[in-house]
């Protein structure tokens, strides 16, 4: 059964960067369109980036410029860099198919940007 499993998150002052990484299991990452999703308490699980297997990349409007979503298909592995960190970055950051699959949520990585 297809897995992911995010990690890199942390506490980090604002101004200051993380990159999250996203390990897949099998051919996940080469074979489908891939994102990442935040959800902060209380707030809905929205998106934050994707990347189609051609490479294309695409945004939130809102998130642009502080946001790079790359992958590694020979590691299976999706990244997510976040630069400038604000305190409103502060969610739980997911991994998943674009568009979603509910059976291949993982725990998620958690963000925390705080002074």
């Known amino acids: 059964q297809a897995q992911v499993v995010e990690s890199g998150g942390g506490l980090v002052q604002p101004g200051g960067s993380l990159r999250l990484s996203c390990a897949a299991s099998g051919s996940l990452v080469s074979s489908n369109s891939m994102a990442w999703y935040r959800q902060a308490p209380g707030n809905q699980r929205d998106l934050v980036a994707r990347i189609t297997t051609g490479g294309s990349t695409y945004y939130a409007d809102s998130l642009q410029g502080r946001f790079t979503i790359s992958r590694d298909s020979a590691k299976n592995t999706v990244y997510l860099r976040i630069d400038r960190l604000k305190p409103e970055d502060t969610a739980v950051y997911y991994c998943?198919?674009?568009?979603?699959?509910?059976?291949?949520w993982g725990q998620g990585t958690q963000v925390s940007v705080s002074s």
């Open positions: 998943n198919k674009f568009p979603p699959r509910d059976t291949l």
